[in-house]
C-alpha cells in the first residue's frame, strides 16, 4: 500500500519558518517534520510514499535528491568526477514527488497525484504536519473490516486554553489544556480510490465536499486514537515537539519500539469506532469535528 502526503500547503500560520522553507521542511530534532511522518508509516511497513508538492516544492525535491549521500560516507574523485559509496544511512523507502500546483485545494491534490497509485486501489493519505503514535496497521485492519470507502482517524485534542471549575467564587480544580469534548479529525486517513471522484478539480476542498458526501452516504468511518497526536501549526507546537523530541522520548517515535503488527484482536471497541454521522463545520482546534 502507499502513502499520499499532502505537502504543499502555504503554511501561513508558521510563517517565520515557511517564509524560507516549506513547511514539511521545518525541523524537529534535525529532521524534518515531513520525515517523522513518514517514518511512522514505515514503522508499520508502508514504505511507498506519493508526495503531493506546491509551495515551495522545489525544496522538498532537493532534500529527496540528496537522501542517498545524506550521512553516507563516500569518496569524489574529482578529476572523473565518480563518487564511490562506503557506507550508506538511506532510508529503504520509495518515494514519487508530484507537482500538484501552489493554489490547489487538498481534494485537486489527491486528485491530480491518483494517477502514480498505479493498481491500487486503496491508499493511506495524510498531512505533512502531525505527528502521532497511532498505530497504522491496526487503522488499515479496521478500514478493511468496516467495508467503507474511507476512514478518518480521530483524536480528542487538548483545549488550547485551561477549563477551572468554580463554587461561590472559588476555583475547585484546575485542567491544564485538558482534553476537548469533540473528536476532530487527525489524518492519517485509508481511502478506497472511488472516493477519488467525489473530487470535481482543483479548487475542490477534500474535507469539505467529499468528506461530506461520505458521511451523508455512510461511507465514512472512524478510527478513534486516543494516544500522542500533535500537528504543528504554530512556532509554540513546534517547540513544544522540539521539546519532547530533546526529552529522549517523543511519543511519536514509534520506530524505536519494534515493528508493529496488526490484528483484529488487538483493536479495542472504541478504535474500532463506527461511522462519522456528521462532518461539521465547527472547529476545535482549527479543525472541523466528527459525530459519530
Known amino acids: 500500500m502507499k502513502a499520499m502526503i499532502l505537502a504543499g500547503g502555504l503554511g501561513t500560520r508558521l510563517a517565520e519558518e515557511t517564509s524560507v522553507k516549506p513547511k514539511p521542511l521545518v525541523e524537529i530534532g534535525g529532521f524534518p517534520i515531513l520525515w517523522h511522518v513518514m517514518k511512522i508509516y514505515a514503522h508499520c511497513g508502508v514504505t511507498d510514499f506519493i508526495i503531493c508538492l506546491g509551495h515551495k516544492g522545489d525544496l522538498i525535491r532537493e532534500y529527496f535528491l540528496n537522501a542517498f549521500h545524506r550521512g553516507s560516507d563516500f569518496t569524489i574523485d574529482l578529476q572523473s568526477d565518480r563518487i564511490s559509496i562506503h557506507k550508506t544511512r538511506s532510508e529503504p523507502w520509495r518515494v514519487t514527488l508530484v507537482e500538484t500546483g501552489v493554489q490547489t485545494m487538498t ?4 486528485k491530480r497525484a491518483a494517477e502514480y497509485l498505479g493498481s491500487d486501489q486503496e491508499f493511506c493519505l495524510t498531512y505533512a504536519d502531525g505527528v502521532a503514535d497511532v498505530d497504522v496497521g491496526a487503522l488499515i485492519h479496521s478500514h478493511r473490516e468496516s467495508g467503507r470507502l474511507a476512514t478518518v482517524t480521530a483524536v480528542q485534542a487538548p483545549d488550547r486554553f485551561g477549563r477551572i471549575a468554580m463554587d461561590n467564587g472559588c476555583a475547585m480544580r484546575f485542567e491544564e489544556k485538558p482534553r ?5 479529525n487527525a489524518g492519517y486517513f485509508v481511502v478506497n480510490r472511488k472516493a477519488i471522484d467525489l473530487v470535481a478539480d482543483d479548487l ?35 517547540q513544544t515537539l522540539e521539546n519532547l523530541w530533546a526529552s529522549g522520548k517523543p511519543p511519536w517515535r514509534v520506530w524505536a519500539n519494534g515493528r508493529s503488527e496488526a490484528s483484529q484482536d488487538a483493536l479495542s471497541s472504541n478504535q474500532r469506532g463506527g461511522r462519522v ?3 461539521t ?11 459519530f
Open 180 to 184: 476537548a469534548a469533540d473528536w476532530i
Open 281 to 291: 463545520d465547527k472547529e476545535a482546534n482549527g479543525r472541523p469535528t466528527l459525530v
Open 107 to 110: 481534494g485537486g491534490r489527491v
Open 204 to 238: 475542490t476542498v477534500w474535507e469539505r465536499e467529499p468528506l461530506r458526501k461520505l458521511t451523508a452516504d455512510g461511507q465514512l468511518g472512524v478510527y478513534c486514537h486516543t494516544g500522542f497526536w500533535m500537528c504543528m501549526d504554530t512556532l509554540q507546537e513546534r
Open 277 to 279: 454521522r456528521s462532518w
